[in-house]
């Protein structure tokens, strides 16, 4: 039986196709018991596998729900839940949630199913049955001993416990008990705020996490050299280890107390120091230049990154947009491709000790270490070896978190491959620019939504946080539009590109130093993007007609740029070829920034900045309009028209009022009209790129 045949054996649907699950009584235990449900890859080899519906640990990728304490029935019945809710979602046919979300949603179900075994109630079916008021009962112990939900205040997510989303599990009557006794408790049923979007890092505090990377790489690169040459002296000694008649579960025994090989440590002492957590500041120079989430930039492997035509890219797995795994590539610049060429050489280096370990005959390991090595090497994974002096051993590739009583031992030990290791103090200016982006506030869900930092505090840096700072910077600093960032983001929809860009209007000039790469790449394509546009006669604009008719005589005037002058000819280029126009547009237009409703091309000598309200644009001789930006001036006029008419019924004095921001309207409405009427491309001769 496949997974697809379980799930239509476990469950049932209604005419609208609203999902529950088969009584216990009702399936065929013995038939699905052995069926596959999930299956895992670890360099553990008590973690890889098939997953089958009886184990009581499963596995995903970054997340694991246990079962040990559930059985008979009630152990079906949330087993059951879980898989739909994974795989279908509430609807047959449906898509579902991801694995890490059910595992977190579903810690409440177990400990009701818990509660219940407890009182000798087998199944949750049979819970429905029993007296109203036994029943209510056991939801106030559920609350108060299970859940310790009994302060006022607390939140809860009553995720499987509510109507139509819980496959049928509780009875109508059942859940009104439950929303009664909750709301007693003066407990949040759900979330009761509106979420907050993630901060970004701080652009102060940023630098300081990449200068710390540049010092880091630095060092590494001085002595990735001298390593390396020591490290292949210590793996020709592997190679040549004699039998000892031990069989080894670890790299660390192989080398213990063998003096051949321990006279070669010493040389790699030095270079383990630069070396040792690389990967951690190379991870760090992904998410931030890339704008990857998280599980993408972990997957990278050997050769992810590459330079074609000048442009840099880093190769990914995407799994966030769709169900299967799909490899794509993300735009980086020439630092983050140096850093992972770095990491590179460190990662071979250390999967050398692994192969001469198998190859040499002589040294006998166990199964696990043997599956340790070889998954380790098959994955190929670039953050996938953990650091160690004279040991090789391989990861699942994960980031390090910061446990609960980490968090309240600061002075604990912790994962070292974790973004917590770049903790610094907030500034007051890190706060201002916080909370002028309106995001000074240290978590975006859980019970201290909202809460605000204070200078001094430490800042704790997330995956995410890298994902939003990318994006925000893009957009404020106008050097890509939405759907740039789109592409670059893997989106589905611009409608989630807008969340990440949102805040992008409010921008401060601090964090251009660190992206200057991008801004070279994005305004060269933007470029190309407009030189062909010109060659099919689509810009509108003033700026837009007067490289439209260049593409069309081939000529281009040049025009004074100051003074009373301004706008006269005073030189004319030539070009052989439609193509060779293009050529110049691309490299002349270095000085272009990107507005939301068109391109100006004056660079620095335009004094208008973030003009949101474009009427006075729209004649310079140094504004542009491409074919994607007309749907911006379209809304405009529309917004501008609507106004106009709520305006235009209103009696004469009420109108006095809003007179002047009639006045805006207008000038809105009949510059968008300018732009939009002036369509007629230009019929040029010559092939189009």
Same mark, same amino acid.
């Given at each position: 039986?496949?997974?697809?045949?379980?799930?239509?054996?476990?469950?049932?649907?209604?005419?609208?196709?609203?999902?529950?699950?088969?009584?216990?009584?009702?399936?065929?235990?013995?038939?699905?018991?052995?069926?596959?449900?999930?299956?895992?890859?670890?360099?553990?080899?008590?973690?890889?596998?098939?997953?089958?519906?009886?184990?009581?640990?499963?596995?995903?990728?970054?997340?694991?729900?246990?079962?040990?304490?559930?059985?008979?029935?009630?152990?079906?019945?949330?087993?059951?839940?879980?898989?739909?809710?994974?795989?279908?979602?509430?609807?047959?046919?449906?898509?579902?949630?991801?694995?890490?979300?059910?595992?977190?949603?579903?810690?409440?179900?177990?400990?009701?199913?818990?509660?219940?075994?407890?009182?000798?109630?087998?199944?949750?079916?049979?819970?429905?049955?029993?007296?109203?008021?036994?029943?209510?009962?056991?939801?106030?112990?559920?609350?108060?001993?299970?859940?310790?939900?009994?302060?006022?205040?607390?939140?809860?997510?009553?995720?499987?416990?509510?109507?139509?989303?819980?496959?049928?599990?509780?009875?109508?009557?059942?859940?009104?008990?439950?929303?009664?006794?909750?709301?007693?408790?003066?407990?949040?049923?759900?979330?009761?705020?509106?979420?907050?979007?993630?901060?970004?890092?701080?652009?102060?505090?940023?630098?300081?996490?990449?200068?710390?990377?540049?010092?880091?790489?630095?060092?590494?690169?001085?002595?990735?050299?001298?390593?390396?040459?020591?490290?292949?002296?210590?793996?020709?000694?592997?190679?040549?280890?004699?039998?000892?008649?031990?069989?080894?579960?670890?790299?660390?025994?192989?080398?213990?107390?063998?003096?051949?090989?321990?006279?070669?440590?010493?040389?790699?002492?030095?270079?383990?120091?630069?070396?040792?957590?690389?990967? =951690? +500041?190379?991870?760090? #120079?992904? &998410? $931030?230049?890339?704008?990857?989430?998280?599980? *993408?930039? @972990?997957? %990278?492997?050997?050769?992810?990154?590459?330079?074609?035509?000048?442009?840099?890219?880093?190769?990914?797995?995407?799994?966030?947009?769709?169900?299967?795994?799909?490899?794509?590539?993300?735009?980086?610049?020439?630092?983050?491709?140096?850093?992972?060429?770095?990491?590179?050489?460190?990662?071979?280096?250390?999967?050398?000790?692994?192969?001469?370990?198998?190859?040499?005959?002589?040294?006998?390991?166990?199964?696990?270490?043997?599956?340790?090595?070889?998954?380790?090497?098959?994955?190929?994974?670039?953050?996938?070896?953990?650091?160690?002096?004279?040991?090789?051993?391989?990861?699942?590739?994960?980031?390090?978190?910061?446990?609960?009583?980490?968090?309240?031992?600061?002075?604990?030990?912790?994962?070292?491959?974790? =973004? +917590?290791?770049?903790? #610094?103090? &907030? $500034?007051?200016?890190?706060?201002?620019?916080? *909370?002028? @982006?309106? %995001?000074?506030?240290?978590?975006?869900?859980?019970?201290?939504?909202?809460?605000?930092?204070?200078?001094?505090?430490?800042?704790?840096?997330?995956?995410?946080?890298?994902?939003?700072?990318?994006?925000?910077?893009?957009?404020?600093?106008?050097?890509?539009?939405?759907?740039?960032?789109?592409?670059?983001?893997?989106?589905?929809?611009?409608?989630?590109?807008?969340?990440?860009?949102?805040?992008?209007?409010?921008?401060?000039?601090?964090?251009?130093?660190?992206?200057?790469?991008?801004?070279?790449?994005?305004?060269?394509?933007?470029?190309?993007?407009?030189?062909?546009?010109?060659?099919?006669?689509?810009?509108?604009?003033?700026?837009?007609?007067?490289?439209?008719?260049?593409?069309?005589?081939?000529?281009?005037?040049?025009?004074?740029?100051?003074?009373?002058? $301004?706008?006269?000819?005073?030189?004319?280029?030539?070009?052989?070829?439609?193509?060779?126009?293009?050529?110049?547009?691309?490299?002349?237009?270095?000085?272009?920034?990107?507005?939301?409703?068109?391109?100006?091309?004056?660079?620095?000598?335009?004094?208008?900045?973030?003009?949101?309200?474009?009427?006075?644009?729209?004649?310079?001789?140094?504004?542009?309009?491409?074919?994607?930006?007309?749907?911006?001036?379209?809304?405009?006029?529309?917004?501008?028209?609507?106004?106009?008419?709520?305006?235009?019924?209103?009696?004469?004095?009420?109108?006095?009022?809003?007179?002047?921001?009639?006045?805006?309207?207008?000038?809105?409405?009949?510059?968008?009209?300018?732009?939009?009427?002036?369509?007629?491309?230009?019929?040029?001769?010559?092939?189009?790129?």
């Amino acid at each position: 039986m496949k997974i697809i045949d379980l799930i239509e054996h476990i469950s049932q649907s209604d005419e609208t196709g609203l999902l529950t699950i088969k009584p216990f009584t009702e399936v065929d235990y013995d038939r699905i018991k052995s069926v596959v449900v999930y299956k895992t890859e670890s360099v553990n080899s008590k973690r890889h596998g098939d997953i089958t519906f009886c184990d009581d640990m499963w596995r995903g990728l970054n997340a694991s729900v246990n079962f040990t304490t559930l059985s008979g029935a009630v152990k079906y019945e949330v087993k059951s839940v879980f898989l739909l809710a994974n795989y279908n979602g509430i609807f047959e046919g449906g898509s579902g949630i991801k694995f890490s979300s059910v595992c977190n949603q579903i810690k409440p179900l177990i400990r009701f199913g818990e509660l219940i075994q407890e009182y000798n109630v087998d199944s949750i079916a049979k819970f429905n049955l029993l007296p109203s008021l036994v029943k209510r009962n056991h939801f106030i112990n559920f609350f108060k001993d299970k859940l310790v939900l009994d302060n006022a205040g607390s939140s809860f997510n009553p995720k499987f416990f509510e109507e139509n989303v819980n496959y049928g599990l509780f009875s109508e009557d059942t859940l009104v008990i439950f929303r009664e006794e909750l709301a007693k408790l003066n407990i949040f049923y759900g979330r009761q705020e509106k979420p907050k979007s993630y901060p970004i890092v701080p652009s102060g505090l940023l630098k300081k996490v990449i200068a710390e990377c540049e010092m880091k790489f630095a060092s590494a690169r001085e002595i990735i050299n001298e390593w390396e040459a020591a490290n292949d002296n210590y793996v020709r000694a592997i190679h040549n280890a004699i039998d000892t008649g031990i069989r080894y579960s670890n790299a660390s025994s192989i080398v213990n107390k063998r003096s051949e090989i321990n006279t070669l440590v010493e040389p790699l002492r030095l270079g383990f120091k630069a070396l040792n957590n690389l990967k =951690l +500041h190379v991870l760090l #120079y992904i &998410l $931030t230049y890339t704008g990857m989430r998280k599980e *993408e930039a @972990l997957s %990278c492997v050997i050769g992810c990154s590459s330079k074609h035509d000048g442009k840099y890219y880093v190769e990914a797995v995407l799994t966030k947009t769709d169900e299967t795994k799909k490899t794509m590539k993300w735009v980086a610049n020439q630092d983050t491709h140096e850093a992972i060429a770095l990491l590179e050489r460190y990662v071979k280096a250390m999967h050398k000790r692994a192969i001469a370990i198998l190859e040499n005959p002589k040294i006998k390991i166990t199964d696990e270490f043997d599956h340790q090595l070889r998954h380790g090497l098959n994955m190929n994974f670039l953050f996938g070896v953990i650091d160690n002096l004279t040991s090789i051993k391989f990861s699942d590739a994960h980031l390090g978190a910061r446990s609960s009583a980490q968090a309240k031992e600061p002075d604990g030990k912790e994962p070292k491959f974790s =973004l +917590h290791k770049f903790e #610094y103090a &907030l $500034t007051a200016k890190d706060l201002d620019q916080l *909370e002028s @982006l309106g %995001c000074n506030y240290k978590s975006v869900r859980g019970h201290n939504l909202g809460e605000k930092y204070v200078e001094g505090e430490i800042f704790h840096i997330t995956p995410h946080m890298l994902r939003h700072n990318f994006a925000w910077f893009i957009i404020a600093n106008r050097l890509g539009e939405l759907d740039d960032i789109k592409h670059q983001f893997k989106h589905l929809a611009s409608s989630m590109t807008m969340v990440y860009a949102s805040r992008g209007y409010e921008s401060p000039d601090e964090m251009i130093g660190l992206f200057e790469d991008f801004e070279e790449l994005l305004v060269n394509n933007i470029a190309q993007n407009i030189a062909t546009e010109a060659a099919e006669g689509t810009l509108t604009g003033e700026a837009g007609k007067r490289l439209n008719n260049g593409a069309k005589s081939l000529i281009f005037n040049v025009t004074a740029s100051n003074g009373s002058d $301004t706008g006269r000819t005073v030189k004319q280029i030539h070009f052989k070829s439609l193509d060779a126009y293009k050529v110049f547009l691309a490299e002349n237009l270095k000085n272009i920034r990107g507005l939301p409703h068109g391109y100006c091309t004056a660079g620095p000598a335009c004094k208008l900045k973030n003009v949101g309200l474009p009427s006075g644009c729209v004649y310079c001789p140094s504004y542009l309009v491409t074919e994607q930006q007309r749907v911006h001036w379209q809304a405009m006029k529309n917004f501008a028209d609507e106004k106009l008419g709520f305006y235009n019924q209103l009696p004469p004095e009420k109108q006095s009022e809003y007179s002047l921001m009639a006045e805006s309207w207008r000038d809105t409405s009949n510059a968008a009209d300018v732009i939009l009427t002036d369509k007629s491309p230009l019929k040029v001769e010559g092939v189009v790129a």
